[in-house]
């Protein structure tokens, strides 16, 4: 079946650090893979996404790259801020079926 | 445009009581869902529609009706509340069932079962 393995958080961070949050999948076909976040007492906002292998999705510097051979979808941003605190969600999208979420990883990034 | 909008923001149920969750979308989206998110296990799929008229079931449906007579409106009825159905509620929509990748999200609904 179809799934989303996200790493666990939380993961604290200082402001300016590196981030990585890894993502990898499971699908049948080629499923779209995106990102969204969830900020403090809020719904889910799309962040990013990527259709295909080897497609880069960017929004507000975070990046993150399809890569089928590993079935990942990383999400990176190379300078945090405060303000990027929030619990971000991997999701596949396997075409005509509902979006599949990964479980979530909350990020707290401390000045 | 509004977007996503839910109603109630927050409820307190007693175990067996009834409520219809509302959400409106104002974006002409056929697509239609509801989840549900509780601590550690992320968005799981309740019920979605992919048109008016048209409904199925996500991977939780039991406890839980929904109905969708018009594109803008999707409300998910809890039929006999039981505290294991509290968590936080989210409407979402999208273009189509061939775009659904791309949602989005209404603030939430705070349910919490006593």
Not at chain 1, 68 to 80: A, P
Request: proline share 5%; charged share 15%; aromatic share 12%.
């Amino acid at each position: 079946g179809n799934s989303v393995t996200q790493m666990e958080g939380p993961v604290t961070l200082s402001e300016e650090a590196f981030l990585t949050i890894n993502c990898t999948y499971t699908a049948t076909g080629y499923p779209s893979l995106f990102w969204y976040v969830q900020y403090p007492g809020e719904g889910l906002q799309l962040l990013l996404k990527a259709t295909k292998a080897d497609d880069k999705g960017s929004n507000k510097g975070f990046e993150a790259t399809y890569r089928k051979e590993t079935t990942s979808f990383h999400l990176e941003k190379g300078s945090v801020q405060v303000s990027d605190s929030a619990v971000y969600f991997c999701a596949l999208s396997p075409g005509n079926t509902p979006l599949v979420f990964g479980k979530g990883t909350r990020l707290s990034v401390i000045a | 445009n509004a977007g996503v909008t839910q109603t109630p923001k927050f409820q307190v149920l007693k175990t067996g009581q009834s409520m219809t969750l509302q959400c409106a979308q104002d974006m002409n989206h056929e697509y239609m869902s509801w989840y549900r998110q509780d601590p550690g296990m992320g968005l799981r799929l309740i019920h979605y529609s992919v048109g008016a008229g048209i409904t199925d079931q996500g991977e939780v449906p039991n406890g839980y009706n929904v109905s969708r007579s018009t594109t803008e409106d999707f409300p998910l009825r809890l039929l006999s509340a039981a505290p294991s159905q509290t968590s936080v509620y989210f409407c979402a929509s999208s273009y189509n069932d061939r775009v659904q990748g791309t949602q989005y999200f209404g603030p939430g609904t705070r349910l919490l079962v006593l």
